[in-house]
Each structure stands twice: as structure tokens, then as C-alpha cells.
């Protein structure tokens, strides 16, 4: 009885002790989740008013470059361009010339709405379009014109017109093509403060939600605003302020984002109602408090079957462990809490879990493996080149009119590119990729051996799309040509044929050079199963690394397997066949 009533209190501890700590746990989960929940709306309500500004920032920018492309458009005009060349070399425009002018200029009225009038002043200020005698120093003061003259050619924008606050105004330094870019004359354009005007609200939302948006020149002049209770001196505060701060504006509090324009230097400022951002919150915090209770309740379930478990009987982790010994590594679902029986069960769980940590180690070790072997021979075949060199080469050998020679550095270049680039799907590509890199390299050592080096290229069409691993036949053609036609006096042949037996394509690279004998093609053989053949020499390349590379992408059995054949006759030459499957192996 007294260790029925023991047992029973310590069921009853751990039961409270279970409750005891879900309840830390959910206090402490439900605080955090909801500090990063309410931070987390915060924040993205900011991105959204700064995508806002963005958007809105985007618009104006729209709009001062369709007038920038026009503008340049007039500015770069032929005949604009001699007028002001004539003057500067003391040739003044007639005032025939002048009445010339008008369909030049109205361009930019003609295409954009809101231009109010688009003046041409000569390098000394004198007007030539409209027809007067006003002077641009009597339209702006003299930095304007500096500020201007220093963009050498770039629009600038200066905001509202000190004769006409209903505008804004831009001048543009016209530079002169045929003197050197030097000052000719300028442009000055006349804008509707109204075009600049950003109406309604950017992120679509209610007008009750809608943001006030106000657009500052860089001297902190009002623009345009969507709101006319904002006053200037308002603006003013408000721009001095950081970003992201929050104002207050009469009962209102906003939170301010800026964003100044790289093109015009002025500064878009878009207010959000605060009440907007923390919208929500409160429903958070209810939605965390019923989750709160919730989980209570299934916590203090969830920890009254727990406590039950302590009555589970030992035989049952016998039982498990017996298991074992017939190669079961599972761990024990049905466990005892008694003390000594958790530390068995804890320690019998711990080694399954170590051997099968040891089992998976095993395995990716040697997947690891496979890939680390597979990247250090492709690494091989993966020179750097120096692709802006060749560029340059290519484009002064033809302006030297070596054509020939040109085609052969943008075969060279197309050869290294194919070769550096990683190729897709793991290492493969398909065979039109493939015999197109060998085409290449044979233009190339056509260069070199000329009539020596003969070659044809027999493949299908239809077997174009067969997949195979990268820089795979490239090794054998030259294989063939370094130790095949280099060594002959007369003309030597490279055929490479490509022919379907079954489910396997075969690729057959062959060549009438020297060959071997006997001797040194059963020490090729028997060094290629062994593994210990070294590449070529010069190319990096060889036999080897080819069948290597045949045993990591197509590493199945019988058809899914590669079979390389190599036969020689000395003095008649060597033949090389490749057999892989027509749906390719498998990729690492």
C-alpha cells in the first residue's frame, strides 16, 4: 500500500511538473510570437511605404524622363546644332533661320501634356527661340546657368520658376557635336506645377487609409502635395526629421518615409496614418490568448498519459533488446518513466540512434565520395581562359583583314567557353553540343597540320538529343590527332561515326596513324583497368579520365552500364569505341 501511494505521488508530481512547464513554455512562446508577430506587421507595413515612395518616386522620374529624352532629342537636332556652331563662329542666325525653329522645338509640347513652352538661348544668353529680345539671365540667376553649364549636357532641375509659381523649370546646357562638347547654347523648359501632381492614394487602399504625399524641391519648396492642409513650414519640419520617424500633425500621427530623386535631387515624402501600420495588433493578441487556453487544456492531457506510462512493465524494453540481436534497430515506442527503467531505455535508444547515424555517415561518405572523385576529374578538363582577351584579339585581327585568322579565335574562344561553362542537368549535355565542341577543336587543328589533318563526322540527326557527359569525345579526336597524325608525314584521317546497336549508341573515333603494337596496347589495357594510365600529354586529357568518368555516370548494370573498347594495329592505326544508353545513366 505505502509503495502504491508512493508510486501514485510520483505520477502526481510529474503531472504537475509537466503542467508546470508547458504553462513557462506557452507564456514564453505566446510573449515572443507575439513581439515578433507585431514587429513583424510593423515592418512590413514600413517595406510597404517604402515601396509606396518607391512607386511613387518611380512615376515623377517617368515623367522627367520622357521630357529628358525629348529635350535631347532637340538639343542634339542637325540644324539647331549648325545654328549655334554659326553663332559661336561669329555668324548669327537670320531671322528667317529663327522662324525655322518653331517645329524643332515644339517636339517636347507636341508629345508630353503640361509643357508650358520649351525657350532656345544662345552661349552669350540671347534668346533665339521665341522670337524676342529677352535674355536668360533675365529668366534665372547666374547659377542656375553655372549649375547647368557643369552638367555638360544633363538636365537640371532647379523647381518653381521665381517669375511664375505656377511652374517649374529646367534648363538643359546644349553641347556642340562638332566642337568638342563645348557650350553652344540652352534649354530652357517650362513645367505645369499640376504634372508633377500624385493624386489618390499609391498602395490603393481607402481613402481612409489613403497616405499624403509631398513633393519638395531641393531648396524645400513645396512642389505638389495631395493635401492642402499641409503648410510649407510643416513640410519643412517634416523633412528635416529622419526617415521612418513618426510625426504628429494635428490629432493625427504619421509615420514619414522619404525618398529623394537621383535625377531632379528633390524629396518625396509620403505620410501613413499610424493607425493603418497597428491595425490588427489587437486581433493578434486575442487569436494568441484562445491558442494560449487551448493549448492548456491539450498540454494537461498530453501530460496525464505521460504520467500513465510509468506503469509499463520491464519486459517490454527486454523484448526491445532482444529484437536487436536479430538486426531491429528501432527505438522503444511503450516506455517505463521509473528512474532505472528511463536510463535504460534512454541508453538502448541512444546507441540505435548512434548506429544508425553511423549507418547514413557510411553511406553519404561514400556518395561524398563519388562527387569529390567526379569534381576533381572534371576540374581537370575546366582551364581558365581569358574570354575579353581573345575578344580583343579577334576584333584587330579584323580590322588587319585576317578574316581566317579571326574565325580561328572565335573557335578558340567558343572551345573554352564550352569548356569552363558548368553544364546543366549534373554534367551532362547532348551530343549536337558535343560534336559541335569537336568540330571546333578540329577547326583549329586544321590550323596547324593543314592538309595533313583530314576529318569526317558521320552522326545522325535524330541522335542529337541522346545525353551524354560533357567533354567526353573531345579527349579521344585529340587522342587520335596527337599520337595518330602528328606522327605521320603524309595526310592522315580522323573519322569519328556515331551509329544506334539496340538500346546503346556507339561512337567510334578512329584514325590512320601509326598505331600500336601488341606489346604497348596490352600495357594501355592493362593499365586502364587498373587505373593507373596517365593523360595524355599537353592536353590534361586522356584515355583514362574518359573511362574513369564512363564508370561515375553510368555506374548501373548491363544496359545501363558504359563499355569503352580500344584496337590497334601497328602502322594501320587506332579505334576507339564508346557504348553508353540511349536514356543516358545517372546524374551526380
Avoid at 513645396?222 to 494635428?250: P, R, Y
Avoid at 490588427?280 to 501530460?303: C, D, E, Q, Y
Avoid at 567557353?417 to 583549329?444: C, F, M, N, P, Q
Avoid at 579526336?477 to 592522315?492: D, F
Wanted: charged letters at 20%.
Amino acid at each position: 500500500m505505502l509503495s502504491r501511494l508512493k508510486l501514485n505521488t510520483l505520477r502526481n508530481q510529474m503531472l504537475l511538473g509537466f503542467l508546470a512547464v508547458m504553462l513557462i513554455i506557452l507564456t514564453f512562446v505566446g510573449g515572443i510570437t507575439f513581439h515578433s508577430v507585431s514587429t513583424m506587421l510593423k515592418n512590413n507595413a514600413e517595406k510597404h511605404i517604402q515601396q509606396t515612395a518607391i512607386q511613387a518616386n518611380g512615376r515623377l522620374e517617368g515623367i522627367i524622363e520622357q521630357i529628358n529624352s525629348l529635350t535631347t532629342l532637340v538639343s542634339t537636332n542637325e540644324y539647331i546644332q549648325h545654328l549655334l556652331l554659326r553663332d559661336i563662329e561669329g555668324q548669327p542666325a537670320t531671322f528667317a533661320e529663327r522662324q525655322a525653329l518653331p517645329p524643332i522645338i515644339n517636339l517636347v509640347q507636341l508629345y508630353t501634356d503640361g509643357i508650358k513652352s520649351v525657350e532656345l538661348y544662345k552661349n552669350d544668353g540671347a534668346r533665339l527661340y521665341p522670337l524676342d529680345g529677352s535674355s536668360l539671365r533675365d529668366k534665372v540667376p547666374e547659377d542656375w546657368i553655372k549649375l547647368a553649364t557643369g552638367k555638360k549636357g544633363g538636365l537640371v532641375w532647379f523647381g518653381i520658376d521665381p517669375l511664375d509659381t505656377t511652374s517649374v523649370l529646367a534648363i538643359r546646357q546644349i553641347s556642340l557635336i562638332d566642337r568638342h562638347f563645348s557650350t553652344g547654347g540652352y534649354l530652357l523648359i517650362r513645367s505645369d506645377r499640376s504634372k508633377f501632381a500624385l493624386k489618390g492614394s499609391l498602395s490603393g487602399e481607402g481613402e481612409e487609409d489613403a497616405e499624403t504625399v509631398l513633393l519638395l524641391g531641393s531648396d524645400g519648396q513645396f512642389i505638389t502635395s495631395n493635401d492642402d492642409t499641409i503648410s510649407q513650414k510643416t513640410a519643412a519640419t517634416l523633412l528635416e526629421g529622419a526617415n521612418d520617424h513618426v510625426a504628429s500633425i494635428g490629432n493625427h500621427s504619421f509615420i514619414v518615409v522619404k525618398q529623394r530623386s537621383s535625377v531632379t535631387g528633390w524629396t518625396l515624402l509620403i505620410l501613413t496614418p499610424v493607425n493603418v501600420i497597428t491595425k490588427g495588433i489587437s486581433v493578434l493578441r486575442t487569436t494568441i490568448v484562445v491558442s494560449a487556453i487551448m493549448g492548456t487544456l491539450l498540454f494537461t492531457l498530453l501530460s496525464f498519459f505521460l504520467s500513465t506510462l510509468i506503469t509499463r512493465p520491464v519486459f517490454k524494453l527486454i523484448k526491445a533488446m532482444r529484437d536487436t540481436r536479430l538486426g531491429i534497430l528501432k527505438p522503444i515506442d511503450n516506455v517505463s518513466f521509473t528512474m532505472e527503467i528511463q536510463e535504460l531505455n534512454y541508453s538502448y535508444n541512444k546507441m540505435v540512434d548512434n548506429i544508425n547515424e553511423l549507418i547514413q555517415l557510411v553511406y553519404e561518405k561514400e556518395v561524398s565520395r563519388s562527387h569529390t572523385e567526379l569534381k576533381a576529374l572534371q576540374a581537370q578538363i575546366n582551364p581558365h581562359f581569358l574570354f575579353n582577351s581573345l575578344d580583343v584579339l579577334h576584333w584587330s585581327l579584323l580590322e588587319k583583314d585576317e578574316d581566317q585568322l579571326a574565325g580561328y579565335v572565335v573557335a578558340m574562344s567558343d572551345l573554352f567557353r564550352y569548356t569552363i561553362t558548368g553544364a546543366s542537368k549534373g554534367g551532362w549535355v547532348t551530343l549536337r553540343d558535343e560534336l559541335e565542341h569537336v568540330k571546333r577543336y578540329l577547326l583549329i587543328m586544321k590550323m596547324r597540320f593543314e592538309d595533313r589533318l583530314v576529318w569526317e563526322i558521320e552522326a545522325p540527326p535524330e541522335f542529337g538529343e541522346v545525353e551524354l557527359p560533357r567533354l567526353l569525345l573531345q579527349p579521344l579526336v585529340e587522342n587520335a590527332i596527337l599520337h595518330g597524325v602528328e606522327s605521320k608525314i603524309e595526310p592522315g584521317l580522323v573519322k569519328l561515326t556515331v551509329t544506334r546497336d539496340g538500346e546503346r549508341i556507339v561512337i567510334m573515333v578512329e584514325d590512320d596513324g601509326v598505331g600500336m603494337d601488341e606489346e604497348k596496347l596490352r600495357t594501355l589495357l592493362e593499365g586502364l583497368d587498373s587505373g593507373k594510365v596517365s593523360s595524355s600529354k599537353d592536353s590534361g586529357l586522356g584515355i583514362a579520365n574518359v573511362q574513369k568518368r564512363l564508370q561515375l555516370f553510368f555506374s548501373g548494370k548491363n544496359e545501363q552500364s558504359a563499355v569503352m573498347a580500344i584496337d590497334s594495329r601497328k602502322g594501320q592505326g587506332t579505334r576507339i569505341s564508346i557504348q553508353i544508353p540511349v536514356r543516358g545513366g545517372r546524374t551526380l
